[in-house]
């Protein structure tokens, strides 16, 4: 089993900044991809922030030089450090991870999500 658990969303005015985390535990071979998406009401899911096994980064352009991926030095802790928050980044945050188990059985997993809430 697997899980991702995620924290830190929250209440927070435009321009403001929050911090994401994400963590990974459970029966892990590898992970080999670990990020964030979002959804806001009325929209589709959609990429935000990911972070390769290899350390290659990948950001959707409306959060480019707002938002920052990162790993723990265990690499199994994703965070997204959100800053110069806007209203339009108002959603539900999901972390998400592609990992291998130790059965080396390779799935896609989200974690429950948390709510981010850009308002004044």
């Known amino acids: 089993q697997v899980q991702l658990v995620e924290s830190g969303g929250g209440l927070v005015q435009p321009g403001g900044s929050l911090r994401l985390s994400c963590a990974a535990s459970g029966s892990i071979f590898k992970i080999n991809v670990m990020g964030w998406y979002r959804q806001a009401p009325g929209k589709q899911r959609e990429l935000v922030a990911a972070?390769?096994?290899?350390?290659?980064?990948n950001y959707a352009e409306s959060v480019k030089g707002r938002f920052t991926i990162s790993r723990d030095s265990a690499k199994t802790t994703v965070y997204l450090q959100m800053d110069s928050l806007k209203p339009e980044d108002t959603a539900v945050y999901y972390c998400?991870?592609?990992?291998?188990?130790?059965?080396?059985?390779?799935?896609?997993?989200w974690g429950e999500g948390t709510l981010v809430t850009v308002s004044s």
């Open positions: 972070v390769t096994s290899g350390d290659s980064t």
């Open positions: 998400n991870a592609v990992i291998t188990a130790v059965s080396r059985v390779t799935r896609n997993y």
